[in-house]
């Protein structure tokens, strides 16, 4: 017996682009395989659910999780794990996240289920998984045969799958049964308190990303407004937030987040291999740099050369008048 249990992520009652994806592509691994169960949970504080109309399944469980989930006792997921236990969850999918990491690391200790992280895609064979990893940041896809054991299953930032319609005429409003946790405080997203108000990078179709050449984080209002202009999320390079003169959750590269937005306009950032790992999914890239030479010149679709201190703010203007 397969049972699924999929996290899902919203911003604003909304599902997220990836849990979209997951949702799909779960619900057709449901369909084409007898007797899989599908069961859908969200540890965020949603007041509406809509999926679309041919997802089999008539309600989703929401966790309200201890506030203290990064540091207290195992009981803070106490209903999370009943719940899996409850419902007999085989296999849990989810996409990468802060509050996921945190939650999936410790459930799968306490349910001595696997993670496996960074997800292409998977297969079901007579009740067997196939899962196909990507590795070497992303270089590579490596197939794992042939498992059927329980695990927690993490699918990257931008998974994309066969997307169902969202439309509302194939859309269906299903219940919420909210299960409180035994400390019954409020739920905490960590990103969302992070980010509520910008642009979700994972989720941005453009992404303007800033380096080392931007000099200091005084200067960052030009990478503001052009994001801003552009309705796009901003991004920075490790160093750029090892130094503090952006926040964390933005760096993107082999180490950070991976993005594959439609368009990604690199400023003052020198192309690193590191970096190239987490951003070579974008549709266009553009560069804008004072050196020739800089390695991401030969990974850019298009090129400006030259100051980006005169460069971005006309840009900027330039939307400005249009
Ligand atoms: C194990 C490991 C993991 C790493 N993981 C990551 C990762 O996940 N993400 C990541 O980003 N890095 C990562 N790095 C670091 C990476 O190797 C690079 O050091 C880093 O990406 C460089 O950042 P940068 O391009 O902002 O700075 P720099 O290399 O200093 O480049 C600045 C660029 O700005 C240009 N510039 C300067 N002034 C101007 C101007 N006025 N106008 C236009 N252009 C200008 C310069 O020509 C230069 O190309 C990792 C390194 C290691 C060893």
Known sequence: MIN??????FKHDNLTNNSKSLLSFANKLVENNAGAQLYLCTVQ??????????????????FTIDNN???????????????????????IFCTKSTTNDLIFAKLSMILNFNIITN????????G???????????????KMNGTNEPCIAIFPKGFTGDVLSMDS?????????HISSTYDSSSIIVEDSLIQNEIQLSEAEIVVGAGRGLKGPENW??????????????????????????????????????????????????????????VNGSGTIVVINNDAEAPFVKHADYIILG?????????TKLFDEA
């Open 69 to 91: 989930v990064h540091f207290s006792s195992n009981a803070s997921l106490d209903n999370v794990l009943s719940h899996l236990i409850d419902t007999k969850i085989t296999h």
């Open 128 to 142: 067997l998984f196939h899962f196909y990893k990507s590795i070497f940041s992303g270089k590579a896809i490596a």
């Open 45 to 62: 504080n949603i007041n509406k659910c809509y999926v679309p109309a041919t997802v089999k399944t008539e309600s989703i469980t929401r």
């Open 221 to 278: 209002g030009i990478i503001e407004n052009f994001a801003k202009k552009l309705k796009a999320a901003t991004a920075c390079s490790k160093p750029v937030s090892d130094l503090n003169w952006r926040p964390h959750h933005e760096h993107v590269g082999q180490t950070g987040i991976k993005i594959n937005p439609k368009l990604y306009i690199a400023c003052g950032i020198s192309g690193a291999i590191q970096h190239l790992a987490g």
């Open 169 to 177: 005429l194939d859309t269906k409003e299903i219940k919420i049964d």
């Open 119 to 126: 997800i292409k895609s998977l297969e079901v064979e007579n």
């Open 307 to 315: 100051d980006l201190f005169e460069i971005v703010p006309e840009l």
């Open 4 to 9: 699924i249990a999929v996290f899902l992520d």
